[in-house]
């Protein structure tokens, strides 16, 4: 039966060539936007780490947002040191990591923080050791692989977010630790002391890190704050924004806000995807309907063979599943290099990761919406297999 469907398929083939492209492309469509939606989702998951809420200067909460946990957008200016301290006080914060940024190493983000943002993130090192001084520097490992660096090396930081700013010649970092990869933001960061961004920039306060009037003119660019407990969300957010100069933004609630506004784009694309794969059914019923009437002769045969009615109706049945098996598996081999070559375009552009996923339960609709479409567009060409009357064939005139 599944050599005759096979030949009874590829008997017409231009015909089922242009079915299969149609099917293809579709179910890679629908498995692109459930793919790559999932591993967007899980990839903002990982990136957020535990952050309840970041607190920066008073601007957009999406671009602290994007700031300060994705590094995917320039800062809204800088918060005094103070405000660190002021948050630690709070009885509803558990934590407040600072976070000084403005410079970048080939594109790369350097941030000036503590060791506890390699916590936050369940960072592990593979080479060497966290800072323990200024111009001591920790690389993520993208850093580390595209750069070359590895431990006791020198470089020189560029001022800006972005490649192609001015060298800080005068002020090189020394490379002491390189992390682990974790597929997180940490990967394409280089870490150092707070005190290192203010040496860079402030080098006439170079020296004066235990002075207690030089701190209180310190500036930081954010602070990450986990909260001790869920009432922290109600009122330390409106504890924040009343504070002269300061606004805060709740990572989750911008999040979900960013995938309402990428959810948009991928609707679009899923609704093409749907379109396709309506077009493609429409073409296998009037193929299969087709192949009924031109074959009346050889179904005839095998019913006159001993072949029961509902053999010769599966045998129509199955030339669809056939098709749609071989479509969803080139469908979701193109949607999975699609979201392959999606990655490679955001790792150029050192932007947003994809977070790691190997079989999405999402992805198991594929095989069976192709399934499903299939024996609905046999549905009719098979019952019509099925009520051929043997004896008017053979008597029909030749």
């Known amino acids: 039966m599944i050599r005759l469907a096979w030949r009874y398929l590829w008997s017409s083939p231009l015909t089922t060539a242009l079915n299969l492209l149609l099917l293809t492309l579709g179910l890679a469509a629908v498995t692109f936007v459930l793919r790559a939606s999932a591993q967007v989702e899980a990839g903002l998951r990982r990136d957020l780490a535990g952050i309840d809420l970041v607190v920066g200067a008073k601007g957009s909460p999406m671009q602290i947002m994007l700031a300060g946990v994705f590094h995917l957008d320039a800062p809204t200016g800088n918060i005094p040191l103070a405000t660190l301290a002021l948050l630690k006080?709070?009885?509803?914060?558990?934590?407040?990591?600072?976070?000084?940024?403005?410079?970048?190493?080939?594109?790369?983000?350097?941030?000036?923080?503590?060791?506890?943002?390699?916590?936050?993130?369940?960072?592990?090192?593979?080479q060497g050791a966290l800072w323990t001084k200024p111009m001591q520097a920790v690389l993520g490992a993208e850093v580390a692989h595209v750069s070359g660096l590895k431990v006791g090396d020198r470089f020189a930081g560029s001022h800006g977010l972005a490649e192609g700013g001015g060298a800080h010649g005068d002020h090189l970092f020394e490379v002491v630790g390189v992390l682990a990869e974790s597929g997180s933001v940490l990967d394409r960061l280089v870490l150092t002391?707070?005190?290192?961004?203010?040496?860079?920039?402030?080098?006439?306060?170079?020296?004066?890190?235990?002075?207690?009037?030089?701190?209180?003119?310190?500036?930081?660019?954010?602070?990450?704050v986990r909260y001790r407990s869920?009432?922290?969300?109600?009122?330390?957010?409106?504890?924040?924004?009343?504070?002269?100069?300061?606004?805060?933004?709740?990572?989750?609630?911008?999040?979900?806000r960013l995938m309402?506004?990428?959810?948009?784009?991928?609707?679009?694309?899923?609704?093409?995807?749907?379109?396709?794969?309506?077009?493609?059914?429409?073409?296998?019923?009037?193929?299969?309907?087709?192949?009924?009437?031109?074959?009346?002769?050889?179904?005839a045969m095998l019913r006159m063979l001993g072949a029961p009615a509902?053999?010769?109706?599966?045998?129509?049945?199955?030339?669809?599943?056939?098709?749609?098996?071989?479509?969803?598996?080139?469908?979701?081999?193109?949607?999975?290099g699609l979201v392959a070559v999606l990655e490679r375009l955001l790792a150029e552009r050192q932007s947003l990761r994809l977070g790691a996923l190997g079989w999405s339960?999402?992805?198991?609709?594929?095989?069976?919406?192709?399934?499903?479409?299939?024996?609905?567009a046999a549905a009719w060409p098979a019952w019509r297999a099925y009520r051929l009357d043997v004896t008017t064939l053979l008597q029909a005139p030749r």
Do not use: C
């Open 260 to 299: 309402r506004l990428v959810g948009a784009g991928t609707e679009v694309l899923r609704g093409f995807g749907l379109v396709l794969l309506a077009a493609a059914g429409l073409s296998v019923w009037v193929a299969l309907l087709h192949a009924v009437r031109a074959r009346q002769g050889d179904l």
């Open 193 to 224: 002391d707070l005190a290192s961004v203010w040496q860079v920039h402030e080098e006439h306060h170079a020296g004066e890190a235990h002075d207690e009037a030089a701190d209180d003119r310190r500036e930081i660019t954010l602070a990450l």
């Open 230 to 256: 869920p009432l922290a969300a109600v009122m330390l957010p409106r504890w924040v924004n009343a504070q002269d100069g300061l606004q805060s933004a709740a990572p989750a609630l911008e999040t979900a």
């Open 310 to 336: 509902r053999r010769v109706a599966a045998l129509i049945a199955l030339e669809a599943l056939l098709l749609a098996g071989l479509a969803a598996v080139l469908g979701l081999a193109a949607g999975h």
């Open 361 to 376: 339960e999402a992805e198991w609709l594929v095989p069976l919406l192709a399934g499903g479409l299939a024996l609905l």
């Open 89 to 126: 006080k709070q009885p509803l914060v558990a934590q407040a990591v600072p976070l000084s940024l403005g410079d970048s190493f080939r594109g790369y983000r350097i941030a000036g923080t503590t060791p506890d943002y390699v916590d936050l993130y369940g960072g592990r090192l593979g």
